[in-house]
């Protein structure tokens, strides 16, 4: 069992940037792959970013590529989501997930644990 808390949204004017973080307690962190997903009001969850267990593979959203970058510390059982340049509509609430088998995927359907969620609004 992993537990994920994340923390690190808020309000922020477009242009401007946050980094998210996702705290994980239990098994092993280093085990899992790990990934960042978002879902919008009245819309469903999409695939932000993804990094395997040892940082070796990252895969981004189109919607993110050149403007977020993910990261993650073992040491510290934790991950991370730099996000710059932020846009109205990256507005959503964000959600940390990790996933136990093979490497990091852009499918929800395939991670194991989640955590709350955290608010970001970017307002223009």
């Known amino acids: 069992q992993v537990q994920l808390v994340e923390s690190g949204g808020g309000l922020v004017q477009a242009g401007g940037s946050l980094s998210l973080s996702c705290a994980a307690s239990?098994?092993?962190?280093?085990?899992?792959?790990t990934g960042w997903f978002r879902q919008a009001p009245g819309k469903e969850r999409e695939f932000v970013a993804a990094i395997s267990r040892n940082s070796v593979i990252k895969y981004y959203a189109d919607s993110g590529k050149g403007r977020f970058t993910i990261s993650r510390d073992n040491a510290k059982n934790t991950v991370y989501l730099q996000m710059n340049s932020l846009k109205s509509e990256d507005t959503a609430v964000y959600y940390c997930a990790a996933k136990g088998t093979w490497g990091p995927s852009l499918r929800a359907d395939e991670y194991d644990y989640w955590g709350q969620g955290t608010q970001v609004t970017v307002s223009s």
């Open positions: 239990g098994r092993t962190f280093s085990a899992y792959a």
